[in-house]
């Protein structure tokens, strides 16, 4: 997106040095990045990035106002209400479309949100190594507002482990090491030292929890949390799950971040939202009138993940076809802008900006970020299988964001 550092990038670019670039991302833990990773990172302007985050800034203000739980306790099925909910989220993330306005700017538009972590750990070890392989510009960084790797990985550690000691604070995760995050999971473990723990494997004594601690053998007291199941996983998985404990239940242990989450910060909120950079977006049971103008609107429903689900080229048959209105959305279709030139056609971009919330802030800050390329009318890696130049990347913004 910044043309000079854009074009030393491709002319420099070779594929051995992204053959080199993957096996040294992979020999940490091989075998466990799942997904496409991307041959660049994304160089960010400063103007788009203030963009951005002036957006996610206002989202905040939403969040942080004293009226958004009562606002958002409706988001929460009442089957997944899980008790214990005593925190401020410790991380939001909000995803953008790299899109152009009428004079052909490049402008963000907010695709959705959430409350649930997502890869905090891979992204700092990812652009780590691709430092090592590719020549990037002096003094650009995946950080934000002032943010290094060390005061990062500090505050990460914090919010996580609190005041417990790493044998007791787990990484929750249905069948974690099946997952395609996993990577994820062994950098989050490699970092804090806290093991991924399938939901099937905790054991409950009365409201208490255990597990069976890989390195000493041991059944070990949990105290903490770092949850990473979302639920319409679990429920898509509960036949074949085999016997666990619920959720439900009020346990004696600190979620990080607190189940209920997720639903509270997610695309749930965007219709309260009337920000630039944040498409029009309406409760699809709220909706009297068809739009004459369908083929500018996407329906997704509200709580699926990683794309699924969602309609996009509407048809009037579908509106009608929808099952349980009050769990979708319309929403004003995002037209991506081919902003990332590469040797083949352009690809299209979405930039994650991702906040952390340490206990006793007053509000979050953006503190780190993720971005994906892609080729086809969907982005996520999942979509763009046989496509080069993308799948997972970074954004690389200049000097201390």
């Not at 409706?74 to 009428?102: L, M, Q, T, W, Y």
Request: proline share 8%.
């Amino acid at each position: 997106m910044i043309p000079h550092f854009r074009r030393l990038y491709n002319q420099a670019f070779s594929k051995e040095q992204y053959e080199n670039f993957l096996n040294d991302l992979k020999s940490r833990h091989p075998g466990s990045i799942d997904f496409r990773v991307a041959e660049t990172p994304v160089f960010v302007p400063d103007a788009f990035r203030e963009k951005m985050i002036g957006a996610c800034e206002s989202i905040v203000d939403l969040i942080c106002a004293p009226g958004f739980k009562s606002q958002s306790e409706k988001a929460i099925p009442s089957g997944d209400f899980v008790p214990g909910e005593e925190r401020p989220c410790a991380f939001i993330a909000f995803d953008f479309g790299v899109c152009e306005n009428a004079d052909g700017e490049p402008e963000p538009q907010l695709i959705e949100m959430q409350g649930f972590p997502t890869l905090y750990a891979f992204q700092v070890y990812y652009p780590e190594i691709l430092a090592r392989h590719f020549s990037l510009p002096k003094n650009f960084s995946p950080y934000l507002s002032g943010y290094t790797r060390e005061t990062y990985l500090q505050e990460l550690k914090n919010i996580i482990l609190g005041k417990e000691d790493p044998e007791q604070v787990i990484l929750l995760e249905l069948k974690p090491h099946e997952q395609k995050t996993r990577i994820d999971f062994y950098c989050t473990q490699d970092y804090l030292g806290i093991q991924p723990v399938c939901l099937t494997d905790l054991i409950s004594e009365s409201n208490q929890l255990y597990y069976l601690n890989e390195q000493t053998k041991k059944k070990t007291r949990i105290k903490r949390i770092y949850n990473r199941i979302i639920f319409d996983d679990l429920r898509a998985q509960q036949d074949n799950l085999g016997p666990h404990i619920s959720l439900q239940q009020d346990l004696d242990v600190e979620w990080i971040p607190h189940p209920n989450w997720f639903y509270r910060i997610s695309k749930h909120t965007l219709p309260f939202i009337r920000h630039p950079y944040v498409p029009k977006t309406f409760y699809l049971d709220e909706v009297k009138q068809i739009p004459p103008d369908l083929e500018n609107y996407v329906l997704k429903p509200l709580f699926s993940f990683a794309g699924q689900g969602v309609i996009i080229d509407i048809k009037k048959e579908d509106i009608p076809a929808i099952p349980d209105p009050r769990n979708w959305i319309l929403q004003r279709k995002v037209n991506y802008a081919p902003a990332i030139e590469t040797p083949g056609i352009p690809a299209k971009a979405e930039i994650r900006i991702m906040y952390l919330w340490p206990e006793g802030a007053a509000r979050p800050r953006a503190a780190l970020n993720l971005a994906r390329l892609s080729k086809g009318k969907m982005i996520g890696v999942r979509y763009n299988k046989d496509q080069d130049w993308v799948g997972g990347s970074v954004g690389l913004f200049a000097g201390s964001a």
